[in-house]
């Protein structure tokens, strides 16, 4: 897997780096829930992947990583469209309004949840697909 660097100013950076955890996620975890039982392991590797997991699959870790990446999604698109070669300042204005009723809209200050995912929509199924019952809620 390709590390991807966390660029804490550019929005295309964190999707990118977002979006390949994500898609190596049940890949990770796989892993991490093989060198629990791996006998090869020290105890302290197993100890630390079992602790690893954990982590990951909290609920509230777990899905902060599939919600969240839809955000950056969003910013992602917004800043792409805004680094066009041929943008004018009229269109800066319109496309950041257009992002913030988007957001308001689907993220409202008041819930936990998004009311609706606007750029992959998966993350209710990869919880299902990755822990059935599983899923420590």
């Not at 955890?21 to 197993?46: G, Q």
């Not at 630390?48 to 609920?59: D, G, P, R, V």
Request: proline share 1%.
């Amino acid at each position: 897997m390709k590390i991807k660097r966390w660029n804490a100013t550019r929005w295309l950076g964190r999707d990118a780096c977002l979006t390949t955890f994500c898609d190596a996620l049940k890949y990770v975890l796989d892993h991490l829930r093989s060198s629990t039982s791996d006998m090869s392991l020290t105890k302290a590797t197993r100890e630390q992947a079992q602790e690893l997991y954990n982590a990951i699959t909290k609920y509230d870790n777990f899905l902060f990583f599939f919600y969240y990446k839809e955000v950056t999604a969003i910013l992602a698109h917004t800043s792409w469209k805004l680094q066009y070669e041929m943008i004018q300042i009229s269109d800066v204005g319109r496309y950041i309004t257009i992002l913030c009723e988007k957001l308001k809209a689907s993220y409202p200050r008041s819930a936990t949840l998004p009311i609706k995912l606007l750029a992959n929509g998966y993350a209710d199924q990869i919880v299902r697909d990755l822990f059935d019952d599983d899923f420590d809620v």
